[in-house]
């Protein structure tokens, strides 16, 4: 039997294996199993097992539902018998799911659905499932890293109420650990707040690796479903993925009762906590003033680069982040660095009726290592930091109960 990161053809026809993918969009009806709309636009995971004998089982979860279907996979009769290609027909009731697997390349598993009259609706993927110490075809010396710093950049959530203006958000963040066997665990927060959590395992399709899951706030209300990017230790980081955000109606949600939805990016990189004496945001020299803070709201007018606040501080050699007199905005940030995550505080100014408030922010640092494709080693490396806070709109500016701010942080060089 092959290893479960091959659907190659062995002299017995062996396609056995394991794969897994990320759906965030299926067709209408397509299913037996009864999926209610709203369910169905927050997207699946999707995991398939074959055995040596072509044997299928398909496993589709949804947010609320589990559809299980089997088949089996036989050769294309019209394929040459080098290049075989392997094909099942699942019978659903719209008119089929059908399925193709790939002797050759990666290994991928396309599903096809189509309608009633046979033509092609939807296509989706499943990638063959991978341990984290399993050296990859492409590149023997390729490891995937253990574990990673996430962020979960977005260009702002639609509304589903059309009447509504799309929603500004700061960025979201997490921490993914890859055990040896590739099972995956993610936790963090979306960039209203909410905590979420999730997993999956690590599959080698398309470059980068990736890990397709399904990230729940504990409600249930709110998903993220897609494939959050996974590190390996040849090219360095940081590398992208993508997902689905769905936000369920709720009268006390803090950034859209009436819900909404947005395609939010994933970008992880590989983190080693810094040695002593080094600083966690690669590339900050010493120096009185060495790093540099942002801080950006869609309800305050921006007066640089980034946002509405814009400051330099000293990252001392113990991480620590020192302010200059007179910090009339109350900046504090802590950096935690055996976790490569940041927590802080700034004074907002309001315009009256409403004072002056403190509000805290948080994140994670992202640190940036290319890599030499040759030697291995770094040939660059800068460290940066973003997250987010929430805090009450100016008055007069947006109609939410709470907006959500960005938060950046970079070495500063003179």
Same mark, same amino acid.
């Given at each position: 039997?092959? %290893?479960?990161?091959?659907?190659?053809?062995?002299?017995?026809?062996?396609?056995?294996?394991?794969?897994?993918?990320?759906?965030?969009?299926?067709?209408?009806?397509?299913?037996?199993?009864?999926?209610?709309?709203?369910?169905?636009?927050?997207?699946?995971?999707?995991?398939?097992?074959?055995?040596?004998?072509? &044997?299928?089982?398909?496993?589709?979860?949804?947010?609320?539902?589990?559809? $299980?279907?089997?088949?089996?996979?036989?050769?294309?009769?019209?394929?040459?018998?080098?290049?075989?290609?392997?094909?099942?027909?699942?019978?659903?009731?719209?008119?089929?799911? #059908?399925? @193709?697997?790939?002797?050759?390349?990666?290994?991928?598993?396309?599903?096809?659905?189509?309608?009633?009259?046979?033509?092609?609706? #939807? &296509?989706?993927?499943?990638?063959? &499932?991978? /341990?984290?110490? +399993?050296?990859?075809?492409?590149?023997?010396?390729?490891?995937?890293?253990?574990?990673?710093?996430?962020?979960?950049?977005?260009?702002?959530?639609?509304?589903?109420?059309? /009447?509504?203006?799309?929603?500004?958000?700061?960025?979201?963040?997490?921490?993914?650990?890859?055990?040896?066997?590739?099972?995956?665990?993610?936790?963090?927060?979306?960039?209203?707040?909410?905590?979420?959590?999730?997993?999956?395992?690590?599959?080698?399709?398309?470059?980068?690796?990736?890990?397709?899951?399904?990230?729940?706030?504990? /409600?249930?209300?709110?998903? %993220?479903?897609?494939?959050?990017?996974?590190?390996?230790?040849?090219?360095?980081?940081?590398?992208?993925?993508?997902? =689905?955000?769905?936000?369920?109606?709720?009268? $006390?949600?803090?950034?859209?009762?009436?819900?909404?939805?947005?395609?939010?990016?994933?970008?992880?990189?590989?983190?080693?906590?810094?040695?002593?004496? +080094?600083?966690?945001?690669?590339?900050?020299?010493?120096?009185?003033?060495?790093?540099?803070?942002? =801080?950006?709201?869609?309800?305050?007018?921006?007066?640089?680069?980034?946002?509405?606040?814009? @400051?330099?501080?000293?990252?001392?050699?113990?991480?620590? %982040?020192?302010?200059?007199?007179?910090?009339?905005?109350?900046?504090?940030?802590?950096?935690?660095?055996?976790?490569?995550?940041?927590?802080?505080?700034? @004074? =907002?100014?309001?315009?009256?009726?409403?004072?002056?408030?403190?509000? $805290?922010?948080?994140?994670?640092?992202?640190?940036?290592?290319? =890599?030499?494709?040759?030697?291995?080693?770094? #040939?660059?490396?800068?460290?940066?930091?973003?997250?987010?806070?929430? %805090?009450?709109?100016?008055?007069?500016?947006?109609?939410?109960? @709470?907006?959500?701010?960005?938060?950046?942080? &970079?070495?500063?060089?003179?």
């Amino acid at each position: 039997m092959l %290893a479960a990161s091959s659907l190659s053809l062995a002299q017995d026809q062996d396609i056995s294996g394991s794969a897994h993918g990320a759906f965030t969009e299926l067709p209408n009806g397509a299913f037996s199993t009864p999926i209610s709309a709203e369910e169905n636009r927050r997207g699946a995971i999707g995991r398939m097992e074959i055995t040596p004998s072509g &044997a299928l089982s398909l496993t589709i979860r949804f947010a609320d539902h589990v559809h $299980h279907q089997t088949g089996v996979f036989t050769v294309d009769e019209n394929s040459p018998p080098d290049d075989p290609l392997y094909v099942a027909d699942l019978g659903e009731t719209s008119g089929g799911l #059908y399925l @193709k697997a790939y002797r050759d390349g990666t290994g991928e598993i396309a599903l096809e659905w189509r309608d009633g009259d046979g033509n092609y609706v #939807y &296509a989706g993927f499943l990638m063959p &499932a991978i /341990s984290r110490d +399993e050296p990859l075809a492409t590149e023997p010396s390729t490891k995937p890293e253990a574990y990673s710093t996430v962020t979960l950049p977005t260009d702002g959530l639609t509304p589903d109420d059309p /009447s509504k203006p799309q929603v500004q958000t700061g960025a979201g963040y997490g921490i993914l650990l890859i055990s040896t066997s590739g099972a995956s665990v993610f936790a963090g927060a979306l960039p209203d707040g909410q905590s979420v959590t999730g997993g999956g395992q690590l599959v080698n399709g398309s470059w980068p690796l990736n890990v397709p899951m399904m990230l729940r706030t504990s /409600s249930g209300r709110d998903t %993220a479903t897609g494939h959050v990017a996974a590190v390996d230790n040849f090219l360095g980081g940081p590398v992208d993925g993508f997902m =689905l955000w769905v936000k369920g109606a709720s009268p $006390h949600d803090p950034l859209l009762p009436s819900g909404g939805q947005t395609y939010i990016g994933t970008r992880t990189a590989a983190y080693t906590p810094p040695a002593r004496g +080094e600083r966690i945001l690669l590339g900050s020299q010493g120096g009185p003033l060495n790093a540099r803070i942002w =801080l950006r709201s869609p309800d305050r007018p921006e007066t640089n680069d980034y946002g509405f606040l814009e @400051k330099l501080f000293t990252l001392t050699s113990g991480n620590q %982040a020192v302010f200059p007199a007179p910090n009339t905005d109350k900046l504090q940030v802590n950096f935690l660095p055996t976790l490569g995550l940041f927590t802080g505080k700034v @004074k =907002l100014s309001y315009i009256p009726p409403l004072q002056s408030k403190t509000v $805290h922010f948080s994140g994670v640092v992202l640190q940036h290592r290319y =890599l030499d494709p040759v030697s291995g080693e770094p #040939y660059f490396e800068e460290g940066e930091a973003k997250g987010f806070f929430l %805090a009450e709109p100016q008055p007069g500016t947006l109609d939410v109960p @709470k907006v959500s701010g960005g938060v950046r942080m &970079a070495p500063y060089y003179e």
